[in-house]
C-alpha cells in the first residue's frame, strides 16, 4: 500500500474498498455492525431497566462515553503505526498534574494552561516515539519502561498530593450539559473525532500516518520519513492522553494522581476496546476513528446496563476482559477477510 | 463463628434494642460505598444489613468499587442513583475531587455522608462521620511511647497517600514524637502500603536493614498492621515494640502473644450501622440541629467521631464490649445531640 492509495479512502476502508458497492462496505464495516450491538444493547436496557433512559443516566453515561473515546484515540493513533503505547494512562495522569501545577501553583491563566498541558503530553509522547525509532525497539518495552518513569517521576515532585483548586470553569465544563442529558465532554471528544478523521482523510501528515503504518518499507521507498512520522504519531497519542486527562480533572474539578489507578493502568482496557472494537487495525496502517467513539459507546452502554442490573462489579470488569478478547480475534478475523478480498 | 462475626452480632442486637424503633415501609435505600475494594470496610455489608433489619430501611447495600480509583467510584455512584438509591454512605476517594460527584447525587433528590473519611469544606455530605485519625494515631503513638519506656526510635507504617486521613496520621504520629522532646524520634515514615504485595515487601526490607535500629512501630493503617504484626511473629522480636490498628485476627493474637504491645480500635460497623440509621431519619422529616455539637478536623466542621479506643493484651478478649459500648453511646448522641425529629 502507497500513500496514494490511501488519498481517498474513508478512514476505514481503504483504496480497494471502493470497488465494493456502498451496501458491502456498509455491511463490512465494523461500525455498522457496532451501530446494531448499540441499538440492541439500549432497546434492551432501557425496556428492561428503569431510570436506563433518565436524563441523569444519558447524562452520564454520556460523559464517560466522551472521556473513554478520548483515551481509545490516543491509543489508535500509535496503533496506526503497528505500535501501541501502554504510557497513555501516565501521560494522562502527568499532564493533568501538570495542569493542576500550573493552575493552583504557577498562577497560569486557564488558557494558557490547557493547551500548555497538552502540549506537554505532546512532549511525552515525542520522548517515547523518539526512543522507539532510535532505538528500533518495539514500543511496547519502551512504552511499558515510560509509563513506570512518567508516573514515578510525577508521585515525586507532587508528593502524590491532588493539586484540587481549579478554576471553577474547569468543573463548570465538566457538569455542562446540552438539553439536560447531552454531556460538553461528549461533544467535545466528537469534535476532536471530527478534526481526527479529517486529519486521516485530506492531510497528507495523516495520509503518511496511514501509509507508515501499513508498510513502513513500501513508505520509506516512497518518500515518506517514517521515523518522524513514527514520532509524529507517539507526541499525538501524548497530545489526546493529555486531552483525556483533562476532561477527567474537569470531571473531579481536581488533578488527582490516582485517576486512572496505579501507573496509570486503569486506562490500558478502555484504550485498547474502544479502537479494536471499532476496527482499527492492531497491525497498522488503518484506524476507524469513529469507530474508536462507537466502540466507547458500545462498552460504556453495557457497562452502565450491567451496572443497573446489578451484575458485581468485579463481573463487570471480567465481562470487559472477554470483550477485548473477542475484539482482538474478531479483529484477526476481520483481517484475514480483507486480505482474503484483496482490500488490503 | 468468627470473633469479628459475633461482635458484629451482639453490637447489632444491643443497638436495635438501644433505638428502640421499628420503622415499617421506609423508602430510604441506602448504598454504602467504599473507595475501593479494603478489609476495613468488610464491616460495612452487615451494618447495612443489620439496619435494613432493624430500621425498616427500604435497603442498606454495601457496593464496592471494582478498583481504587476515584473515576470508579464516581461511575459507580452514578449508577447507583439511577438504580434508585436515595441515601449514600461514602468513603471519598478524593477529598476534593468526590465532591462533584456528591454535588450531582443531591441534586438529583440524594443525601449522602461522608463515611470514614472526609471530604474537604465546603461539601454537599451532610456532615461526616469516621474515625477521628489523628487523635488516634497519636493515641497510639503515645502509647507505643509508653511501652517503649519513654525513648527510641520509631518507623511509622500507614495507608495510601490519596487517602484523606493519612497526612492527618503521619503529622500526628510525628506531633507525638515531638512532644517527648527528642528522646523519641520518628525515624522512617513508610506511606502507600496498604495492601499485601507492598507492605510485605517494604516492611520485610525494614525491618532486615533496621530491627537492630528500630525500638517500636506505630502502623496507622489495616494491612501494614497485619503484615508488621506477622514480621514480628516470624522473627521473634519482643524487643521491637508495636501499636497496630484495627481489629483483624492476626493483631489481636499477636496481642495476646506478646509481640504486639496494642491496637487502636476503629468502628467500621457502628459508623455504617449508624450513618444508615441517620440518613433514614433525615428522609422521614428529621433535620440537623442548628447547634449540633459537630468536632472538626482538618478538611471539615461538621465531623463526628465514631469512636477510637485501644486494647491491649488485658482487653484483647473484651474488646466487642468496648466498641459496643462505643456504638449505643453515639447512637443515643445521634438521637439526642444532632437530631431533631417531630
Same mark, same amino acid.
Given at each position: 500500500m502507497t500513500p496514494s492509495d490511501i488519498t481517498h479512502t474513508s478512514d476505514a476502508m481503504p483504496v480497494a474498498a471502493g470497488r465494493q458497492s456502498l451496501v458491502q462496505r456498509l455491511a463490512f464495516s465494523s461500525e455498522f455492525g457496532l451501530v446494531l450491538l448499540i441499538a440492541l444493547a439500549v432497546v434492551i436496557f432501557a425496556s428492561t431497566l428503569p431510570g436506563f433512559t433518565s436524563p441523569f443516566s444519558l447524562f452520564t453515561i454520556g460523559r464517560q462515553i466522551g472521556i473513554d473515546t478520548m483515551i481509545g484515540l490516543a491509543m489508535m493513533a500509535v496503533i496506526v503505526t503497528g505500535g501501541l503505547d501502554l504510557s497513555v494512562g501516565a501521560i494522562g495522569v502527568c499532564s493533568a498534574m501538570a495542569f493542576g501545577w500550573m493552575m493552583e501553583s504557577a498562577g497560569v491563566p486557564l488558557a494558557l494552561g490547557v493547551p500548555l498541558a497538552v502540549l506537554f503530553g505532546a512532549g511525552l509522547g515525542f520522548l517515547n516515539g523518539a526512543i522507539v525509532v532510535r532505538s528500533g525497539v518495539h514500543s511496547f518495552i519502551i512504552t511499558l519502561a515510560s509509563m513506570s518513569i512518567f508516573f514515578g517521576v510525577m508521585i515525586f515532585l507532587s508528593q502524590a498530593q491532588a493539586f484540587r483548586t481549579m478554576p471553577p470553569e474547569v468543573l463548570g465544563f465538566g457538569k455542562l450539559r446540552f438539553g439536560g442529558l447531552l454531556s460538553a465532554l461528549l461533544v467535545f471528544s466528537l469534535v476532536v473525532c471530527a478534526a481526527l478523521s479529517a486529519l486521516y482523510r485530506f492531510t497528507s501528515l495523516g495520509r503518511q500516518m496511514l501509509a507508515a503504518g501499513a508498510n513502513p518499507r513500501a513508505a520509506e521507498i516512497s518518500g515518506v520519513r517514517t521515523g518522524r512520522i513514527f514520532i509524529a504519531c507517539h507526541m499525538l497519542t501524548g497530545a489526546l492522553a493529555a486531552i483525556a486527562g483533562l476532561m477527567i480533572t474537569a470531571r473531579t474539578g481536581a488533578a488527582v494522581p490516582s485517576m486512572a489507578g496505579h501507573l496509570g493502568q486503569d486506562w490500558l482496557l478502555p484504550a485498547f476496546l474502544a479502537p479494536v472494537l471499532g476496527g482499527t487495525l492492531l497491525s497498522g496502517g488503518r484506524v476507524a476513528v469513529f469507530g474508536t467513539f462507537l466502540g466507547a459507546a458500545l462498552v460504556n452502554i453495557i457497562t452502565s446496563g450491567l451496572l443497573l442490573m446489578r451484575v458485581g462489579e468485579f463481573w463487570v470488569q471480567a465481562f470487559l476482559g472477554l470483550m477485548l478478547l473477542a475484539a482482538v480475534l474478531t479483529d484477526r478475523a476481520r483481517h484475514k477477510l480483507l486480505q482474503r478480498r484483496g482490500m488490503i | 463463628m468468627?470473633?469479628?462475626?459475633?461482635?458484629? +452480632?451482639?453490637? +447489632? +442486637?444491643?443497638?436495635? %434494642?438501644?433505638?428502640?424503633l421499628a420503622f415499617a415501609g421506609s423508602d430510604t435505600k441506602v448504598a454504602l460505598v467504599p473507595g475501593g475494594p479494603h478489609p476495613y470496610f468488610a464491616a460495612w455489608e452487615q451494618a447495612g444489613l443489620d439496619a435494613v433489619k432493624d430500621f425498616g430501611i427500604g435497603a442498606g447495600d454495601y457496593r464496592v468499587p471494582q478498583k481504587w480509583e476515584l473515576s470508579q467510584q464516581s461511575q459507580l455512584l452514578e449508577s447507583l442513583l439511577t438504580q434508585g438509591y436515595n441515601s449514600f454512605l461514602i468513603f471519598p476517594g478524593d477529598a476534593v475531587g468526590t465532591s462533584p460527584v456528591v454535588q450531582e447525587l443531591v441534586d438529583n433528590g440524594g443525601q449522602a455522608l461522608a463515611l470514614a473519611g472526609c471530604l474537604k469544606d465546603p461539601t454537599p455530605a451532610l456532615f461526616c462521620m469516621g474515625?477521628?485519625?489523628?487523635?488516634?494515631?497519636?493515641?497510639?503513638?503515645?502509647? %507505643?511511647i509508653k511501652a517503649m519506656g519513654g525513648k527510641g526510635k520509631i518507623a511509622h507504617f500507614t495507608g495510601f497517600l490519596v487517602d484523606p486521613n493519612t497526612q492527618l496520621r503521619i503529622d500526628a504520629v510525628q506531633k507525638a514524637a515531638d512532644e517527648t522532646n527528642g528522646a523519641v524520634t520518628v525515624m522512617q515514615v513508610i506511606a502507600d502500603i496498604d495492601a499485601p504485595q507492598p507492605a510485605e515487601e517494604k516492611i520485610n526490607a525494614f525491618l532486615a536493614a533496621n530491627a537492630a535500629g528500630v525500638d517500636g512501630i506505630v502502623t496507622t493503617a489495616w494491612v501494614p498492621a497485619v503484615t508488621a504484626a506477622n514480621s514480628l511473629r516470624k522473627i521473634g522480636d519482643k524487643r521491637i515494640k508495636m501499636v497496630g490498628i484495627d481489629h483483624d485476627e492476626v493483631v489481636i493474637k499477636a496481642i495476646k502473644d506478646g509481640f504486639v504491645s496494642g491496637t487502636m480500635l476503629q468502628n467500621p460497623y457502628g459508623q455504617g450501622y449508624i450513618g444508615s440509621y441517620v440518613l433514614d431519619k433525615l428522609r422521614s422529616g428529621c433535620t440537623i440541629k442548628a447547634d449540633a455539637p459537630w468536632k472538626s478536623n482538618a478538611l471539615t466542621v461538621k465531623f463526628v467521631d465514631s469512636g477510637t479506643v485501644y486494647v491491649d493484651a488485658t482487653q484483647a478478649d473484651t474488646y466487642v464490649d468496648a466498641m459496643r459500648g462505643i456504638s449505643k453511646t453515639l447512637l443515643a448522641s445521634m438521637d439526642k445531640d444532632f437530631l431533631a425529629c417531630k
Open positions: - | 468468627k470473633k469479628t462475626t459475633i461482635h458484629f +452480632a451482639l453490637t +447489632a +442486637a444491643t443497638l436495635a %434494642l438501644t433505638a428502640g474515625t477521628d485519625t489523628g487523635n488516634s494515631a497519636y493515641l497510639g503513638t503515645k502509647e %507505643l
